[in-house]
């Protein structure tokens, strides 16, 4: 479903080599504010993050496509300091993140984040596109579908009838447009506006055999499998596709939702699974209210109140639990109320000091915490307002833009990592 075009290639030739990376006077500004704030990536490993529970994971979207901006936002990230970037499972997709990484290391040398990709086992809500026939809307809708989706996935314009009528002037005929396949994440919030009743959705699985290839990559070192926990079937059939790549791999996550009293049952028979092919580091991707971080503060309650019922069980299975769905700015003051936030506890285990070459397991009960919707969208503001005046470019073309966003996203990979970000962000800004 991805876009087929590489990033580089969607981008215009005189963007790529209009700066020079030395000496602009913007991108000075740009390195400036990572020393000032301190964003420690130079040295510290994503590894060492999940252990002091200051990972920071963004998501671009499982189903999110557009590699113009994927590529934009990675490399915003990258240069705030992001433990990991986890993306579509899609050749030019990883493409445009490691493009984006690439162009910040240019910029600044920081330690590369991890390059994660996000697959299925079954039908799930990060694994679909909305659709409808444009065609078939009436010309009176007031077109909420548009005004709904945080993506700007939905465009719909009215076209002219080639129908003459009597007095000489083209009728409007109908809509043009629809939905933007590539930007669509699976969000689902345009259906129920819909006055019509017209929108609907289509769900895919990641394929095993070609995420497996894309595993063997040199720039992809992780992968997440998306999955409900209630059946165990459809999860050991995709582990095994993928058995003979994760090898390859220095993370192995799982995102799921919390199924109550099931939820530590289904998890252990998960890792069992896992466990016989396991090289690398596991994490468990607490999902409480998917897609839903951009929406305000009640969003995080469900992530935080998942976070903390799961920490309290003691014979969970082994690997870094970390939060998701529904996170945003407000996700780390929840955190601290209910004393999960960078909390360490003693988890003697053999593996783990194999992996770290220590001989102390002590780490963060919560890892770290990924954001999506409301990362993309305080960046994507910036992106969109620097697309409307520039048209399609690289952000480093234009520094005054890339600065503002690395603000923005200072401020939330901040609150994880203890930026002291508040009088360096209004300074520089």
Request: glycine content about 8%; some cysteine.
């Amino acid at each position: 479903m991805a876009l087929s075009f590489s990033c580089s290639a969607s981008i215009s030739t005189q963007h790529q080599a209009k700066v020079n990376f030395k000496s602009n006077k913007g991108l000075e500004d740009v390195r400036n504010l990572i020393k000032t704030v301190g964003v420690p990536s130079i040295t510290c490993s994503p590894v060492k993050s999940l252990q002091n529970g200051n990972w920071v994971k963004l998501i671009c979207g499982a189903s999110f496509e557009d590699v113009v901006d994927i590529r934009n936002l990675s490399l915003v990230y990258t240069l705030a300091g992001v433990d990991c970037i986890d993306c579509a499972a899609d050749v030019s997709v990883v493409n445009a993140v490691n493009e984006g990484i690439d162009a910040a290391i240019e910029i600044l040398p920081l330690r590369r984040p991890w390059v994660m990709i996000s697959v299925n086992d079954d039908e799930d809500l990060h694994f679909r596109k909305a659709e409808f026939d444009p065609e078939d809307c009436p010309l009176d809708c007031s077109r909420p579908c548009e005004r709904v989706c945080p993506a700007d996935a939905i465009s719909l314009e009215a076209q002219n009838s080639t129908t003459q009528l009597s007095f000489d002037t083209n009728a409007p005929g109908a809509f043009k447009g629809g939905v933007l396949t590539e930007r669509c994440y699976g969000c689902g919030r345009c259906i129920p506006v819909c006055p019509y009743d017209k929108i609907r959705v289509t769900s895919y699985i990641r394929e095993a055999a070609t995420t497996s290839e894309l595993l063997k990559r040199n720039d992809v070192d992780a992968v997440e499998i998306h999955t409900t926990g209630r059946q165990i079937a459809p999860f050991k059939e995709l582990w095994d596709g993928l058995a003979d790549s994760i090898k390859f791999l220095r993370l192995a996550a799982v995102s799921l939702p919390d199924i109550g009293e099931a939820t530590v049952s289904s998890m252990k028979d998960m890792y069992s699974v896992m466990e016989p092919d396991l090289c690398c580091f596991n994490l468990w991707q607490l999902d409480g209210r998917p897609m839903s971080g951009d929406i305000g503060r009640g969003a995080t309650r469900e992530s935080i109140a998942f976070a903390l019922r799961l920490a309290a069980i003691q014979d969970r299975p082994h690997g870094f639990l970390q939060l998701a769905g529904g996170t945003n700015a407000h996700t780390v003051d929840g955190l601290k109320k209910v004393g999960l936030f960078q909390t360490t506890s003693f988890h003697g285990n053999s593996r783990d000091e194999i992996l770290t070459g220590t001989s102390s397991s002590v780490h963060a009960i919560i890892g770290g915490v990924a954001y999506g919707g409301y990362a993309r969208k305080i960046v994507g503001r910036i992106l969109s307002n620097m697309q409307s005046q520039h048209g399609i470019a690289s952000m480093e073309d234009y520094p005054d833009h890339l600065l503002q966003a690395l603000n923005e996203a200072l401020s939330i990979v901040g609150t994880v990592k203890s930026f002291p970000i508040s009088n360096s962000l209004v300074a520089m800004s």
